[in-house]
């Protein structure tokens, strides 16, 4: 097959958006198929950071469909795929097209789900969103995913949450499917030497965007609880994008010392973070999938987590992680119930590991290549 991917996320292999189109580029290009990839910097935006900001928010559809209908022009592409709706003016205009390629919409989640829970905490009191977020930003990137859905052939889901919203709503026709995102190869290769021994340094570890989405707010109350019962833990931050004064102003004074905020992060040294952490933090609201999650337990980590993406899916409270509801109470009772019991702790870390470990990238790649395939097929059938 001959692919075109359309990402509108900057060109990071790192990235969680970023690096699922880079893995499969990858894998699909050494099985013998032909693969196009471009990224936001491919687009045409304004270079100037605010109006490319503006852009981004705005207008990413527009920019992107008009790139990526300058790279379909007279190139017998059999598949294009972009996400969350981004390319739904090009799929129109191609739609009516004799001989066109294949149509794919992917989810790496619903933005109505993450919307909600966004305005959700606003209403709780514990964020506040820019008012630009709430009436225009916010609801078009939900209408894009509407759009992506309606203009696609094939809407490509990360979780039964949005494959059963899609379901319900979906148009006659139309194709849908669910293929989970799969951990870095690297990571899993990294992942299979012995954990690093710190003497007994009590470690937690959050890695991820610091929004209330992700939980984020809970954090600083739930650490608070946590070193109240055991003093000598230690937070590391990750994946933030943030500096440290930014940071540990949200937590109390005592706490502050004992947190570490780290700037960027290799694979190489995400590995690293991962071998020698104690318990994970992901207690997010609204996942597509939560890669982060499946990372860390592929390591043998013990984690805490919301209900949401790949820990409400694939995994089971008590068993292969430790289900919090979102509240800074209920985060810290799991971490000082794992903490206070190294026995839960490494059997819930292996039962997890065991799981996060099936999720490796021929398997990603089988379901990307068989619905290719299969709904390509269908699309022919009918000319």
Not at 92 to 106: D, E, G, M, T, W
Not at 318 to 346: C, K, N, T, W, Y
Not at 368 to 376: H, I, P, Q, S, W
Request: aromatic share 8%; with cysteine.
């Amino acid at each position: 097959m001959r692919i075109l991917f359309l990402s509108h996320s900057p060109d990071d292999e790192n990235g969680g958006a970023s690096r699922i189109y880079h893995m499969l580029t990858a894998e699909l290009r050494a099985r013998g198929h032909s693969v196009d990839l471009f990224h936001m910097e491919s687009m045409g935006l304004p270079q100037n950071r605010r109006a490319q900001l503006a852009a981004q928010r705005l207008a990413m559809p527009s920019y992107l469909s008009r790139f990526g209908a300058r790279q379909v022009e007279g190139k017998n592409y059999d598949v294009v795929m972009s996400s969350s709706g981004m390319a739904a003016p090009l799929f129109a205009q191609l739609r009516s097209k004799a001989n066109r390629p294949l149509l794919v919409n992917h989810l790496h989640g619903l933005t109505v789900y993450d919307h909600l829970a966004a305005v959700t905490q606003e209403i709780l009191g514990y964020s506040l969103r820019r008012r630009l977020y709430k009436r225009l930003s916010g609801p078009l990137q939900c209408r894009w995913d509407d759009r992506g859905i309606q203009t696609g052939d094939l809407t490509i889901v990360q979780n039964l949450r949005d494959l059963a919203w899609i379901r319900d709503h979906r148009l006659s026709g139309h194709a849908l499917t669910m293929i989970p995102a799969a951990v870095h190869p690297s990571l899993i290769e990294a992942s299979k030497g012995a954990r690093i021994d710190r003497d007994g340094t009590i470690e937690l570890l959050w890695f991820a965007s610091w929004e209330p989405r992700k939980g984020a707010q809970y954090l600083p109350g739930a650490f608070r609880q946590i070193r109240s019962r055991y003093p000598d833990v230690r937070l590391t931050i990750g994946g933030t994008g943030m500096k440290p004064a930014q940071l540990l102003p949200e937590f109390a004074p005592e706490d502050r010392k004992s947190i570490g905020v780290l700037g960027r992060v290799s694979v190489a040294e995400q590995a690293v973070l991962f071998k020698r952490a104690t318990i994970f933090l992901f207690p997010s609201l609204s996942e597509g999938f939560g890669l982060a999650l499946a990372e860390a337990m592929c390591f043998g980590m013990p984690a805490v987590s919301g209900a949401t993406g790949f820990a409400s899916d694939f995994l089971q409270n008590g068993r292969d992680v430790m289900i919090a509801p979102p509240s800074s109470e209920h985060i810290a009772r799991a971490v000082i119930a794992l903490l206070g019991d190294s026995a839960e702790r490494a059997r819930i870390a292996a039962n997890g590991e065991e799981v996060a470990r099936t999720f490796d990238l021929a398997r990603m790649a089988d379901s990307y290549e068989a619905g290719f395939a299969e709904a390509l097929a269908d699309l022919r059938s009918t000319r």
